[in-house]
T-cell receptor
Framework: AQTVTQSQPEMSVQEAETVTLSCTYD???????LFWYKQPPSRQMILVIR??????QNATENRFSVNFQKAAKSFSLKISDSQLGDAAMYFC?????????FGTGTSLTVIP | NAGVTQTPKFRILKIGQSMTLQCTQDMNHNYMYWYRQDPGMGLKLIYYSVGAGITDKGEVPNGYNVSRSTTEDFPLRLELAAPSQTSVYFC????????????FGSGTRLTVV
């Protein structure tokens, strides 16, 4: 069975500072993909970043980067220079076969 | 704008009523999905479809039915609504196996009273 664990229900960060959201997963699969999705109050699910498990290099998208530790099954999201628009629920997700598995989310507050 | 369109955005049902949540996409995606999101939880897969005429159960299919007669449309049917089906429902679509992520609709908030 695949599981995704986000141990931080809530996080906060000062505007312009850096914050790291944690995610761990459990799987016996060797071929999979990892994602971070953002869900603002509008409810729209927005893809933030994607990581292929077979790639050693950590993915980066502008102010968003990941720290992918395959052996530890860890996939954290770092948000640099946090902005007010980053305030949202963030979901870590694991994809294998035809299915996504989502964590329970981390609610991020950005303090002006 | 291209994307996944869900209707309605909000709905209140009485116990035992039925309804259909509509989902349509205009990106010619072959894969479509229905998820539900309960408070404080991640998304759980209800049903998915890999193409017109093909559907399969996800993790939480009980109480729901789907059909896929066209590439564009993937309606979700609730028969005999129960309070346990109070949730936010998301439709999503993708090409092939989704390893580039889904395109999500904006969700339907359903309350069963």
């Amino acid at each position: 069975a695949q599981t995704v664990t986000q141990s931080q229900p809530e996080m906060s960060v000062q505007e312009a500072e850096t914050v790291t959201l944690s995610c761990t997963y459990d799987t016996s699969e060797s071929d999979y993909y990892l994602f971070w999705y953002k869900q603002p109050p509008s409810r729209q699910m927005i893809l933030v970043i994607r990581q292929e498990a077979y790639k050693q290099q950590n993915a980066t998208e502008n102010r968003f980067s990941v720290n992918f530790q395959k052996a530890a099954k860890s996939f954290s999201l770092k948000i640099s220079d946090s902005q007010l628009g980053d305030a949202a629920m963030y979901f870590c997700a694991f994809f294998t076969g035809n299915q996504f598995y989502f964590g329970t989310g981390t609610s991020l507050t950005v303090i002006p | 704008n291209a994307g996944v369109t869900q209707t309605p955005k909000f709905r209140i049902l009485k116990i035992g009523q039925s309804m259909t949540l509509q989902c349509t996409q205009d990106m010619n995606h072959n894969y479509m999905y229905w998820y539900r999101q309960d408070p404080g939880m991640g998304l759980k897969l209800i049903y998915y479809s890999v193409g017109a005429g093909i559907t399969d159960k996800g993790e939480v299919p009980n109480g729901y039915n789907v059909s896929r007669s066209t590439t564009e449309d993937f309606p979700l049917r609730l028969e005999l609504a129960a309070p346990s089906q109070t949730s936010v429902y998301f439709c999503a679509s993708s090409f092939q196996g989704s390893d580039y992520g889904y395109t999500f609709g904006s969700g339907t908030r359903l309350t069963v009273v």
